[in-house]
């Protein structure tokens, strides 16, 4: 036979518990809007009497009321995993989207400023010396639109270099925020073994330690891993950046100028073994790989252009007589696209004849206006690079676009399990304070049992 | 685009959000179309159209150079055969003087003293007119880099070279007119042949006969390369017209594949503009009502 005061007990567990779980839901509803905070819920257990079968005594009485067993924090480990990597996904393909953009920038066309005007302007000017070879403002004028034409080169090639600087400057600074990430990480880690060894409600510092997970997997697509002791590793390709409480640096190695990239690549590597990191993914992956592909191929591109663009003239020029009557110079020096400048200052020195000997003939220079036309000429690749500079970004930026939406997808299914709905904690604490009157209501019932019994003795 | 049954008011408001984020990024792309008047801003908004508008664009200023070119053709083709003309009027006083000369017959010297003197100043303008300027340069002296065709005894002082111009493509029109089949070399030339009808006038009338024959000849020359001038002059007209009406149509293409559209673009940005409030208006309904407000 249970104690006479046992339903008061009982009904004490069940003040208790409501009033935590009431605390519960205060807890939910204050963070409602907190970023990276994954609901939490009070895990009701009721108490059972004692299950052991004996002889003599026997415990015949119902349960001995509810406990709050634990605090469970509501979080999909699958869903979590799945949000990563299309953030992870997402930050990469930002990143390739802004910097195709800029590039996009830097080429401006199709309009008339950009470097196909020049160059057709300075076809054109050829063509007038052609038509006026013994005139020499028309030289003048030549010289003046190849020198244009070569100071648009040298500064798209001005224009890839300070990008390419800007974006080493970016990813150190991405890199140090990798470092710091995985120190905090690192602390928290250390915090919530402590707190879950000790028993102590760890979930605040969980929700803090996931946050910085979701901002690692979206910089470098880092892999998350739980361990047993409730600890989480962050891995890098196979690499730990994260290990339990000790974090491991990354440094950023390498060329600080464009110029400098082929000769001396950027890198990134671990700073303990010095050996490469793996960045399976994000936003500093898209980073590195603009520094080490992206920026170096388009700046090759174009010093190709430059190159075609001087050989031709030149040849062309070498072919043809100036003013005096001698064979033409070089025309324009410098063979990349940051170097290429005119050679000639004397407008005399134009080799606009094809004929040996003074003379005011034009054929060269008509010659050399028919060379926009070149198969494989400036002209011809500089169109197909922008034509293919067009297609990659119409790709870059469709591909954003459709992982946006897969990303979009991905943190709301995480939000659907984690996210705290108002309506739903109302509702509970609803619940909840009934449950704490109707438990005061037995107290009360109880005592005025209890208080017969005694009155009546 | 919940992938589960429970909705939190933190996804209604996200996913509300990204509608209509969604929503300003196509008033944003429609209204940059509509304040540049461009349908392409850049090559990705479509590289194939960005391809052909800079080949169009190579054309037409290809095309340019060309009308440039027909110009001073026409300039150059204009001042040889006004120069032509006037030099064959006198060529035609010259034969009459001589003409003249043969039929006085030996008989009255002063006469053909005087018919002489009009002959020599007839070859100095004519000399004159074969070293006709344009832009500075002799139209009968090829590509000489002096400043006559022909000096004052009616030696060639110029050079054989060419004045092409590109009419077209592939198409380069002579526009000058070479010395040798204009006025003849050697004892032919007009100008020697004029000295020796002088000559004759004073000396010998009765060479005067082969005189005339050869001022005949030298005409005729004068004759055909006047038409052949004409010919090349209708050319560059024929092909400047061509030029003209291609640069029409290119710039007609040019704006098909560039330009916007500016009554669909608008009517774009109209039925946009009303997506967009309707979804505000969706927001604004969906968001506010929640339990408690109807808790006691």
Do not use: C
């Amino acid at each position: 036979m249970a104690s006479n005061f046992s339903g008061l007990s009982t009904a004490l567990t069940a003040l208790t518990a409501n009033r935590r779980a009431l605390d519960v839901a205060a807890q939910n509803i204050a963070n409602a809007n907190t970023p990276g905070y994954s609901r939490q819920r009070a895990d009701l257990v009721s108490l059972g009497g004692t299950a052991v079968p004996a002889l003599w005594s026997a415990y015949r009485g119902p349960g001995d009321g509810v406990m709050v067993a634990d605090i469970s924090r509501l979080r999909d480990a699958f869903l979590d995993a799945r949000n990563h990597s299309e953030r992870a996904a997402s930050g990469y393909l930002n990143n390739e989207h802004q910097l195709y953009g800029q590039l996009e920038q830097l080429v401006s066309e199709p309009g008339d400023q950009g470097l196909q005007a020049q160059l057709a302007d300075m076809w054109g000017a050829w063509e007038d010396v052609g038509n006026n070879p013994g005139d020499l403002a028309t030289r003048n004028a030549l010289l003046r639109q190849a020198a244009t034409t070569a100071n648009s080169l040298n500064s798209r090639h001005n224009g890839l270099d300070t990008l390419f600087t800007a974006t080493r400057d970016q990813l150190e600074a991405l890199t140090a925020d990798v470092n710091a990430t995985g120190a905090q990480i690192a602390h928290l880690n250390q915090a919530v073994v402590r707190a879950s060894g000790a028993g102590v409600s760890a979930n605040e510092l969980a929700d803090q330690r996931d946050q910085l997970v979701l901002h690692l997997a979206d910089l470098t697509g880092a892999r998350a891993l739980r361990q047993d002791n409730g600890a989480v590793d962050v891995l890098l390709g196979g690499a730990a950046l994260v290990s339990g409480q000790t974090v491991r640096n990354l440094t950023v190695t390498g060329a600080r100028a464009l110029d400098n990239q082929a000769s001396s690549p950027v890198g990134l590597q671990w700073q303990d073994t010095g050996t490469p990191a793996i960045l399976p993914s994000g936003q500093v992956s898209s980073v590195l790989h603009s520094l080490t592909t992206t920026v170096p191929y388009y700046s090759a591109q174009l010093d190709q252009i430059a190159a075609t663009l001087a050989n031709s003239v030149n040849t062309q020029h070498g072919a043809g007589y100036d003013l005096s009557g001698t064979a033409g110079g070089p025309f324009f020096t410098g063979s990349t696209a940051g170097a290429i400048r005119v050679a000639i200052t004397d407008p005399a020195l134009v080799a606009a004849a094809s004929t040996p000997g003074a003379s005011r003939d034009g054929g060269n220079a008509d010659a050399m206006a028919g060379l926009v036309s070149l198969p494989g000429g400036a002209d011809l690749t500089y169109r197909q690079l922008v034509a293919n500079l067009g297609v990659i970004t119409a790709s870059v930026n469709q591909r954003a676009a459709v992982q946006a939406s897969l990303s979009e997808t991905a943190a709301a299914g995480v939000a659907a399990v984690s996210g705290v709905s108002l309506d739903e904690e109302m509702t509970n604490m609803l619940m909840y304070q009934r449950g704490y009157e109707a438990a005061a209501r037995v107290v009360s019932t109880v005592d005025s049992m209890l208080g017969t019994l005694i009155n009546m003795i | 685009m919940l992938t589960s049954m429970r909705v939190t008011e933190r996804s209604l408001a996200d996913a509300t959000m990204r509608g209509l984020q969604a929503n300003l990024n196509r008033l944003g792309a429609l209204q940059e179309q509509l304040s540049s008047g461009r349908m392409i801003s850049r090559p990705s908004d479509s590289p194939t159209g960005t391809i052909v508008a800079m080949q169009i664009r190579g054309d037409l200023r290809q095309l340019q150079q060309y009308s440039r070119n027909t110009d001073d053709g026409k300039g150059w083709l204009n001042t040889v055969d006004s120069a032509l003309t006037a030099s064959m009027e006198l060529v035609h006083r010259a034969r009459e003087q001589a003409l003249t000369g043969r039929s006085t017959g030996s008989s009255d010297q002063t006469a053909r003293e005087a018919l002489a003197g009009e002959v020599d100043r007839l070859r100095e303008s004519l000399i004159g007119l074969a070293n006709t300027k344009y832009l500075d340069r002799p139209v009968f002296g090829g590509t000489t880099t002096g400043s006559t065709a022909f000096d004052q005894n009616g030696n060639y002082a110029g050079d054989t070279g060419q004045v092409l111009r590109s009419a077209g493509a592939g198409i380069k029109v002579r526009v000058d007119s070479p010395a040798a089949s204009t006025y003849g070399t050697g004892p032919t030339q007009l100008f020697a042949v004029l000295a020796q009808v002088s000559t004759d006038l004073r000396t010998n009338p009765a060479a005067l006969g082969n005189d005339l024959d050869l001022i005949d000849t030298a005409s005729k020359l004068l004759q055909s390369q006047l038409s052949d001038v004409g010919a090349r002059y209708n050319q560059l007209v024929q092909l400047g017209q061509a030029g003209t009406e291609r640069t029409d149509q290119l710039r007609a293409s040019l704006s098909d594949v560039e330009d916007v559209d500016l009554p669909k673009a608008i009517m774009e940005l109209q039925l946009q503009q009303v997506a967009y409030q309707v979804a505000l208006g969706a927001a604004a309904r969906v968001i506010q009502p929640s339990l408690q407000d109807f808790l006691r």
